[in-house]
């Protein structure tokens, strides 16, 4: 292990925990019958994440038909499983919504991109006639969060990365593995690990650029992870110094049968959700407030 | 001082002001079409991510900035209704990249140049500066006072 590898696995050992809801509920994510009262008590003391969780239950997106103003008819609404995955939406977001000066992502890139991931899977399996296991938001939504940890370690080594990227042709997560001994797929999976995620979710962050090497019991998943992730950056939404020098599974395009078409479609059927849970996630961001104004002027 | 007028994806902004500055960021295979006509003084930005409405005719209703056919037809309507002259107009264009990983599936920013090529032709419009495909994503923008179409990408600047 070369000594960036060193570091880099001692700060995933160090990274801050999550919220205390995050933690208990990250333990529960396969659990539908976990009793609701321990996540009222837990929610009673953050009355901002609580806003939150109404906001994305009451979202378009996550569908809950008329306005709920409480966390128990959110429940009812949307479900205990969905419910789980809107709190460590909720929870994460303040870590995804910083810009990475070392993958060149502006503030809100990487939470958008996370976003977009989390909609597109779910919408690509709804387009390919796939029933989307439960976990697919989430594992959308966390599978760069290796990016948060190695992002000082690319911003440091940035001149060894774009000279050996312009010479060598080669793949990101080859070159961050060859200079910094780690790539931010591993990273992610192992920080996921520590915090004992649900196995679906260690995959797709740590698989979600070799799709292939995934268990046969989560491929399905890492594969719709990894073709989002990639439509992502084709759309560059999230795309930085990084987001065009990934490879695409051919096993992956072919075991969904993707076209083309296909993949449009689901960008275009994604957008305005994940437009819609960014502005939750992010709060009311100057960026959302701006679109407003444009559409004010000239439509 | 310039005001920047921030044009996001699957959206598009007319700017009238010598002060403005239209910018869009992070191109992909989206397209960043400019259009401007420098007598008249009119400009316009479009930040567009997929060739055809047909894919989803209800969403082009609603976003036509979303798609390059309904874009170009609704930012070309806007900006003859502002006062821009067929006879002036300056069209340029970047983006349309495709991933370093060379494969059939996301041809998206390829098949999006030609569609707007072909809008072009049917219009008879023509590409007065062009900067498209590559794998690298791309900042524009169009300076109103000096109609300069900068692209910035990966440290560097350029005007075409």
């Known amino acids: 292990m070369n000594s960036s590898a060193k570091e880099i696995t001692r700060?995933?050992?160090?990274?801050?925990?999550?919220?205390?809801?995050?933690?208990?509920?990250?333990?529960?994510?396969?659990?539908?019958?976990?009793?609701?009262?321990?996540?009222?008590?837990?929610?009673k003391y953050d009355p901002g994440m609580t806003a939150n969780i109404l906001k994305l239950a009451n979202s378009a997106y996550f569908g809950a038909a008329g306005r709920v103003t409480s966390l128990q008819t959110a429940i009812a609404r949307v479900g205990m499983k969905r419910m789980f995955q809107l709190v460590i939406a909720s929870g994460f977001s303040k870590t995804l919504v910083k810009p990475l000066s070392g993958y060149n992502l502006r503030p809100e890139e990487l939470l958008m991109h996370?976003?977009?991931?989390?909609?597109?899977?779910?919408?690509?399996?709804?387009?390919?006639?796939?029933?989307?296991?439960?976990?697919?938001?989430?594992?959308?939504?966390?599978?760069?969060?290796?990016?948060?940890?190695?992002?000082?370690?690319v911003e440091k080594a940035v001149s060894i990365f774009s000279e050996k990227a312009n010479k060598e042709q080669a793949f990101f997560d080859v070159?961050?593995?060859?200079?910094?001994?780690?790539?931010?797929?591993?990273?992610g999976g192992t920080l996921l690990e520590q915090w004992k995620f649900p196995h679906e979710l260690i995959s797709a962050a740590r698989f979600h650029h070799d799709p292939a090497k995934a268990s046969v019991e989560d491929i399905m998943l890492v594969n719709i992870v990894h073709i989002s992730d990639m439509l992502s950056y084709s759309e560059g939404i999230g795309a930085g110094i990084d987001g065009f020098r990934y490879r695409t599974s051919r096993e992956a395009i072919s075991s969904l049968g993707l076209k083309t078409s296909i993949l449009e479609m689901v960008t275009s059927h994604s957008m305005d959700k994940v437009e819609e849970l960014e502005k939750v996630l992010c709060g009311e961001s100057g960026r959302v407030v701006k679109k407003e104004k444009n559409v004010r002027k000239f439509h | 001082m310039g005001k920047n007028i921030v044009v996001d994806i699957a959206d598009m902004a007319i700017a009238t002001s010598k002060d403005d500055i239209l910018v869009t960021y992070s191109l992909g295979s989206c397209l960043g079409i400019a259009i401007y006509d420098p007598v008249a003084g009119i400009g316009g930005l479009m930040h567009c991510m997929l060739p055809l409405?047909?894919?989803?005719?209800?969403?082009?209703?609603?976003?036509?900035?979303?798609?390059?056919?309904?874009?170009?037809?609704?930012?070309?309507?806007?900006?003859?209704?502002?006062?821009?002259?067929?006879?002036?107009?300056?069209?340029?264009?970047?983006?349309?990249?495709?991933?370093?990983?060379?494969?059939?599936?996301?041809?998206?920013?390829?098949?999006?140049?030609?569609?707007?090529?072909?809008?072009?032709?049917?219009?008879?419009?023509?590409?007065?500066?062009?900067?498209?495909?590559?794998?690298?994503?791309?900042?524009?923008?169009?300076?109103?006072?000096?109609?300069?179409f900068?692209?910035?990408?990966?440290?560097?600047?350029?005007?075409i």
């Open chain 1, 11 to 43: 700060e995933i050992e160090l990274f801050p925990a999550m919220p205390a809801l995050c933690k208990f509920v990250s333990t529960h994510l396969n659990d539908p019958n976990v009793d609701f009262k321990m996540i009222a008590e837990e929610l």
């Open chain 1, 114 to 153: 996370s976003v977009f991931v989390a909609v597109a899977s779910e919408e690509l399996a709804r387009v390919t006639g796939i029933h989307p296991p439960d976990l697919l938001f989430t594992a959308g939504l966390l599978h760069d969060m290796g990016k948060v940890i190695m992002d000082k370690h």
């Open chain 1, 175 to 187: 070159l961050e593995k060859e200079i910094l001994g780690m790539c931010h797929a591993e990273a």
């Open chain 2, 53 to 148: 409405s047909s894919v989803d005719p209800e969403k082009a209703k609603d976003r036509p900035f979303m798609f390059v056919d309904t874009g170009m037809t609704i930012m070309l309507t806007q900006l003859f209704e502002a006062g821009l002259v067929k006879a002036n107009t300056v069209i340029k264009v970047a983006g349309g990249a495709k991933l370093l990983d060379k494969n059939d599936l996301f041809r998206i920013g390829e098949r999006n140049y030609t569609v707007f090529r072909k809008f072009l032709w049917k219009n008879g419009l023509m590409i007065k500066a062009e900067n498209v495909g590559g794998d690298i994503t791309r900042t524009v923008r169009l300076e109103m006072a000096t109609g300069r």
């Open chain 2, 150 to 159: 900068l692209i910035k990408s990966s440290g560097s600047e350029w005007e």
